[in-house]
């Protein structure tokens, strides 16, 4: 077993840095963009999900293991495995996220995410301190019976949070059709957190927006309507 970082860890410099430049560059272009209430309140909300993270992390990690102790299949630590496990924690995450938005018990967890009445880096910060309560880890736990060590999981769960900081903005428009095919971007991200009847649950992708397409909850943000 290789010796695994925390990719977050990292990327919270990151984070903070790309939130002060979207303030400039709001407050430049869109003042109405930023709310300092607002984004305080995001700050708030996501540093109580880090702490209510570790305080259950060591019994998800734990069941993660028992799982792995019975797994179905030895996939091991090649580099292809890393690349399989991503795929498929984003596939589970397509279906966790879906179901968070369709079914009363796991909304009740996820509905501050999209609490927000603005739409910016800070808003991506926003997050449950319920997770837990509410079990949503059951949709990705399974990948450990499967084969993938909980540490990888871990790590590529991660790396797919860190992707899906940057799409929370208002200040990317649409980037290149072969990449808006495949991947989610700030466009498809931004039609799923709109309140217009169109675009209602819509777009439940974490980095494919092909599991959208796939399973038809995929919907393109139109130019003649506001979001």
Known sequence: ????????????????????????????????????????????LGTGSQVAGLLSGAFVFGLAL????????????????????????DFAYYWAHRTGHRVRWFWASHVNHHSSQHY???TALRQ???GFIALSFIFRIPLAFVGFHPA???????????????????????LPRWFEAVMNTPS???????????YL???????????DRVFGTF???????NI
């Open 1 to 44: 077993m290789p010796e695994l970082f925390s990719p977050v860890d990292y990327a919270v410099p990151a984070f903070v840095i790309l939130v002060i430049v979207e303030m400039l560059w709001a407050r430049r272009t869109a003042p109405e963009k930023y709310e300092p209430k607002d984004t305080l309140t995001s700050l708030a």
């Open 66 to 89: 028992w799982l792995y102790e019975h797994r179905l299949f030895d996939i091991g630590w090649a580099w292809w495995a890393f690349i399989l496990c991503f795929i498929a924690d």
């Open 120 to 122: 910016n880096l800070s």
């Open 128 to 130: 449950s301190w319920t």
């Open 152 to 174: 990888m999981i871990l790590f590529v769960g991660a790396i797919n949070l860190i992707y899906q900081f940057w799409i929370h903005t208002e200040a990317i428009g649409k």
């Open 188 to 198: 498809h991200h931004r039609v799923h957190h709109a309140t217009n009847p169109r």
């Open 201 to 211: 649950d819509k777009n439940y992708a974490g980095t494919f927006i092909v599991w």
């Open 219 to 225: 919907t393109e943000e139109v130019a003649d309507e």
